[in-house]
C-alpha cells in the first residue's frame, strides 16, 4: 500500500500558539510521520521556525487565493452567514435595512473579488478581522488543492472548515474535519454564536468523516448537529514526550501552589476555582494560588478575589507558552481544570507528566482516559476544594498520584493517536 500523503489545514502551529489546537496538531502530524503518513501543513502564516521533521509548511500568505470565478462564485452563494464585520443597525425598519443589507452584500462581494489572484497576508491571530481571514484562507485552499498532489484533506476546527470544503470541490478528495471544539462547549446552550455553529455544522454535513477527541465531543456533534453516529469517530489526544528536562533553579517558595492553567473563559470554569480557592484557604492560610492565562473573565476574576480578600495569596500570571508552562507546572503541588465543558483537556497530561497530582472536571473528554486523576463536578465548588484540601494535606496521597500519573500518560502517546488516525484516513480511502 503506498504511502499516504494528507492536505491538512490548520490555523496555529508551534512554537507560535495561542492554546491545545496548535499543540495537538503538532502532536499529530509528528505521529502521523511515525506512521509513515506525510503531511502538507497549511496554516495562515508562518514564521519560519516550525518543525520541519513534522510536517512541510505551507504558508498562505504566500499563496496567491482562488482565481476560478465559478467557483468561488458559487462558494459566496452558501456562505452567506460568513458576513465579514456586522450589518446591523438600531432603528432601521426592515425596508432600510433590507436595503442596507444589499449595499453592504454588494461592497464585500466587490471587494472579496478584487482580492482574488493575489495573496493575503494573514495575521493568523483571533482578532477582529477573523471572519475575513477565514473567508480568504478558504479561497487559499483552493489554490493550493489546485497545485499540490495529495490523497486526502484534513481540516482543523471550525476556522478551516470552509477550506477543506473548498479543497474537496476542487481536487474531489474526501474530507475528513477535526472537532477539537464546539460552540456548544464555548457558548454553552444559550450564548453560542450561531455563524460559527453555521459553519461548523456546514463543515461537518459537507465532510467524509468527522473525529471527535473525545466520547464527550462526539455525542455532542451528533446529537447537537445532527451528524450521523456511523460518520463521527473518537481519537483522544495524547501528550508529547519529546522535551527534555528543564534545568530549572532551585525553588525558593515553600508554601503549597495550587494551579489553574488556561483561557479565562466561561468554558474553563475560573470562578468554581476561586470559590474553592476561598474555601481552601480558609482552612489553610499559607497555600498560594495561581491563574495562568487570558480571556474575556480575567477582569471579573480579578475583581471577584479582591472581594474576597485572597489578593495576598492568588497571582494572576498572564498568558504562559513553551518552557513557561513547563516551570509553572514544576512548581505547582496540585494542577486544576474545572471546565464546565471541556473538548478533551490536554493541559492536565501536560501536569501529570510533570509529576502534578491532577483535578479535573468529570465534564472532560480527558475524564475518559484518565483513571489517577481525582474527577469532580464542575459546579461543586465544595468537592473540589476538598480534593485540593486533601492532596496539600496527605502526602501519601499526592505521591500515589504523582506516581499512578505519570506511569499512566506515559501510555498516552501521539503515535498511538495516529495510528488510529490512519486507519481512518485507510477507511475512507479505500
Not at 23 to 41: D, H, Y
Not at 263 to 280: D, M, N, S
Request: glycine share 8%; aromatic share 10%; hydrophobic share 40%.
Amino acid at each position: 500500500m503506498k504511502k499516504i500523503k494528507v492536505l491538512m489545514f490548520g490555523w496555529e502551529f508551534p512554537p507560535h500558539i495561542s492554546g491545545g489546537l496548535g499543540t495537538a496538531c503538532l502532536g499529530l502530524t509528528k505521529g502521523l510521520a511515525k506512521n509513515e503518513v506525510e503531511v502538507l501543513f497549511v496554516m495562515p502564516k508562518a514564521s519560519g521556525d516550525e518543525d520541519p521533521e513534522a510536517a512541510k509548511i505551507i504558508n498562505a500568505s504566500e499563496e496567491e487565493m482562488l482565481q476560478s470565478y465559478t467557483v468561488s462564485d458559487n462558494y459566496l452563494e452558501h456562505i452567506q452567514f460568513m458576513e465579514i464585520g456586522s450589518t446591523l443597525r438600531p432603528y432601521l425598519s426592515p425596508e432600510v435595512f433590507a436595503s442596507y443589507w444589499q449595499e453592504e452584500r454588494y461592497r464585500q462581494e466587490h471587494s472579496f473579488h478584487s482580492g482574488k489572484g493575489r495573496t493575503f497576508n494573514f495575521s493568523g491571530k483571533y482578532g477582529e478581522n477573523l471572519m475575513e481571514e477565514v473567508y480568504r484562507y478558504a479561497l487559499v485552499a483552493g489554490t493550493v488543492a489546485s497545485k499540490y498532489d495529495f490523497d486526502i484533506i484534513h481540516a482543523h476546527d471550525w476556522l478551516t472548515y470552509q477550506a477543506g470544503l473548498i479543497a474537496k470541490h476542487i481536487s474531489g478528495k474526501p474530507l475528513v474535519v477535526h472537532v477539537h471544539a464546539t460552540e456548544y462547549d464555548r457558548g454553552g446552550e444559550y450564548n453560542r454564536n450561531t455563524i460559527v455553529y453555521d459553519i461548523e455544522k456546514h463543515g461537518m454535513e459537507g465532510a467524509d468523516h468527522v473525529i471527535t477527541v473525545s466520547d464527550w465531543t462526539r455525542n455532542i456533534v451528533i446529537e447537537k448537529y445532527g451528524i450521523p453516529a456511523e460518520k463521527v469517530s473518537t481519537v483522544h489526544n495524547a501528550v508529547d514526550f519529546s522535551d527534555e528536562d528543564l534545568d530549572l533553579p532551585p525553588r525558593t517558595l515553600h508554601q503549597k501552589i495550587v494551579t489553574f492553567l488556561g483561557r479565562i473563559t466561561l468554558q474553563k470554569g475560573p470562578e468554581y476555582f476561586i470559590e474553592a480557592a476561598a474555601k481552601v484557604h480558609k482552612r489553610c492560610p499559607d497555600v498560594h494560588f495561581v491563574m495562568a492565562g487570558n480571556g474575556d473573565k480575567l477582569t471579573p476574576s480579578v475583581r471577584r478575589v479582591a472581594q474576597l480578600k485572597l489578593g495576598g495569596h492568588f497571582h494572576f500570571t498572564g498568558f504562559l507558552r513553551g518552557d513557561d508552562v513547563q516551570r509553572m507546572f514544576r512548581y505547582s503541588d496540585v494542577y486544576v481544570m474545572p471546565s464546565v465543558s471541556e473538548p478533551f483537556g490536554i493541559s492536565p497530561l501536560e501536569a501529570m507528566r510533570c509529576g502534578v497530582p491532577t483535578i479535573i472536571s468529570k465534564q472532560s473528554g480527558v475524564s475518559e482516559v484518565l483513571e489517577h486523576a481525582i474527577k469532580v463536578d464542575y459546579w461543586d465548588v465544595n468537592a473540589l476544594a476538598d480534593a485540593i484540601y486533601g492532596l496539600i494535606a496527605y502526602p501519601k496521597l499526592s505521591q500515589n498520584l504523582k506516581r499512578e500519573g505519570l506511569a499512566e500518560v506515559n501510555t498516552l502517546k501521539w503515535e498511538f493517536a495516529a495510528h488510529k488516525l490512519k486507519n481512518i484516513y485507510q477507511q475512507v480511502l479505500y
